[in-house]
């Protein structure tokens, strides 16, 4: 199992410090470093100013998001960052929720597994550099009755291939995913709940018409250091009730649902009305400590060992950390202790 960092969204403040930890996870071995987009920074703006300043880290988008971005503009992206840093980009695509898709970039949300389809293989047609040429229900390529014509991604191609991962959370684009792309990105995974989402991606994959040699399973993880596990469950609870409560309304909340269906209902609803009310700090307070522990890794030492085997066991190929602390020295701490960490684990 390789190690991945995340250190969320761009953009808050601490952008000096977000560059430092993923200079330190670049000097520790650290696999990749993924970057997120939501309505502030954009992930690929990112990616080229981390990717200037390390050396050997994967760059991942974790997510790139199709509303944002016409297929072709994607690949173009694509081809671009993994060019300039000579093979190390991985392109990571979501369809975000319908308040982001159609309150800021303006794109209906619905039929999103039928968009996703067709995006995906369009953008990687263009990385394959074939002509694009595409007549679907959301997007046709070149436009007809123009004078548009099927052209070809003009950027010489690196030796490997640029793999396309998807995040997906609800048990359909589970399946989509394990159909479609190279790779999952999962958030909020517990070892103990794996299983059912594996199942979905095996679900698609077996719709494949050619078999994938290896697919990524790659979940983000939150990780706060420390010997007292409330005190680190509180640090990570604000961001956990931020999704589980905020991140949607009432009817649409992926997270929320998600929440669900691990076991959680009760306090999900709960979470979500306080979050919706703008009582912040209650959300995350009645955010369970074991939610957090199910889907984190709190402690240090043997204990981080013991959950980052469990998620080997269960089937993670890359284990991407999002280091919680107060400060700069606190977030490096949690790195190196995942690193050292990493290192005791052993794959099945």
Same mark, same amino acid.
Request: proline residues 5%; negative net charge; contains cysteine.
């Given at each position: 199992?390789?190690?991945?960092?995340?250190?969320?969204?761009?953009?808050?403040?601490?952008?000096?410090?977000?560059?430092?930890?993923?200079?330190?996870?670049?000097?520790?071995?650290?696999?990749?470093?993924?970057?997120?987009?939501?309505?502030?920074?954009?992930?690929?703006?990112?990616?080229?100013?981390? *990717?200037?300043?390390?050396?050997?880290?994967?760059?991942?988008?974790?997510?790139?998001?199709?509303?944002?971005?016409?297929?072709?503009?994607?690949?173009?992206?694509?081809?671009?960052?993994?060019? +300039?840093? @000579?093979?190390?980009?991985?392109?990571?695509?979501?369809?975000?929720?319908?308040?982001?898709?159609?309150?800021?970039?303006?794109?209906?949300?619905?039929?999103?597994?039928?968009?996703?389809?067709?995006?995906?293989?369009?953008?990687?047609?263009?990385?394959?550099?074939?002509?694009?040429?595409?007549?679907?229900?959301?997007?046709?390529?070149?436009?007809?009755?123009?004078?548009?014509?099927?052209?070809?991604?003009?950027?010489?191609?690196?030796?490997?291939?640029?793999?396309?991962?998807?995040?997906?959370?609800?048990?359909?684009?589970?399946?989509?995913?394990?159909? +479609?792309?190279?790779?999952?990105? *999962?958030?909020?995974?517990?070892? @103990?709940?794996?299983? &059912?989402?594996?199942?979905?991606?095996?679900?698609?994959?077996?719709?494949?018409?050619?078999?994938?040699?290896?697919?990524?399973?790659?979940?983000?993880?939150?990780?706060?250091?420390? &010997?007292?596990?409330?005190?680190?469950?509180?640090?990570?609870?604000?961001?956990?009730? #931020?999704?589980?409560?905020?991140?949607?309304?009432?009817?649409?909340?992926?997270?929320?649902?998600?929440?669900?269906?691990?076991?959680?209902?009760?306090?999900?609803? &709960?979470?979500?009305?306080?979050?919706? %009310?703008?009582?912040?700090? @209650?959300?995350?307070?009645?955010?369970?400590?074991?939610?957090? %522990?199910?889907?984190? #890794?709190?402690?240090?030492?043997?204990? !981080?060992?013991?959950?980052?085997?469990?998620?080997?066991?269960? *089937?993670?190929?890359?284990?991407?950390?999002?280091?919680?602390?107060?400060? !700069?020295?606190?977030?490096? @701490?949690?790195? &190196?202790?995942?690193?050292?960490?990493?290192?005791?684990?052993?794959? #099945?």
């Amino acid at each position: 199992m390789k190690l991945g960092i995340s250190c969320g969204f761009w953009g808050m403040g601490r952008d000096a410090d977000n560059l430092a930890m993923a200079q330190r996870a670049d000097e520790l071995g650290v696999d990749v470093f993924w970057a997120s987009e939501a309505y502030g920074p954009d992930a690929a703006s990112v990616l080229a100013w981390v *990717g200037a300043q390390t050396k050997n880290i994967g760059l991942g988008a974790g997510v790139l998001q199709i509303p944002g971005r016409t297929p072709a503009m994607t690949a173009m992206t694509a081809g671009s960052i993994d060019n +300039l840093s @000579e093979g190390r980009f991985r392109l990571g695509l979501g369809v975000s929720g319908p308040q982001v898709s159609e309150g800021w970039h303006g794109v209906g949300f619905a039929k999103p597994l039928g968009r996703t389809r067709e995006y995906v293989s369009i953008v990687r047609s263009a990385l394959d550099r074939q002509p694009v040429s595409y007549e679907g229900e959301h997007f046709t390529l070149p436009l007809p009755d123009g004078v548009g014509k099927a052209l070809r991604l003009n950027i010489v191609p690196n030796k490997h291939r640029v793999p396309i991962y998807l995040a997906a959370v609800g048990p359909k684009n589970l399946e989509l995913a394990g159909e +479609l792309a190279d790779g999952w990105l *999962g958030v909020f995974v517990s070892p @103990e709940y794996l299983d &059912e989402q594996i199942e979905g991606l095996k679900r698609g994959q077996a719709r494949r018409t050619e078999p994938v040699e290896h697919f990524e399973v790659d979940a983000t993880v939150p990780i706060a250091v420390g &010997e007292d596990l409330g005190r680190c469950a509180s640090l990570i609870a604000p961001y956990a009730a #931020l999704y589980v409560g905020g991140m949607g309304s009432r009817e649409h909340n992926f997270y929320n649902a998600l929440a669900c269906r691990m076991g959680y209902e009760e306090a999900a609803a &709960e979470v979500q009305n306080l979050y919706l %009310d703008k009582k912040w700090r @209650e959300a995350a307070a009645a955010m369970p400590q074991q939610f957090i %522990d199910d889907t984190s #890794l709190l402690g240090s030492g043997s204990r !981080l060992v013991e959950r980052m085997q469990r998620y080997a066991d269960a *089937g993670v190929t890359t284990l991407t950390i999002a280091p919680w602390g107060e400060t !700069l020295d606190a977030r490096v @701490e949690a790195l &190196e202790a995942a690193v050292e960490a990493a290192t005791k684990v052993k794959d #099945l």
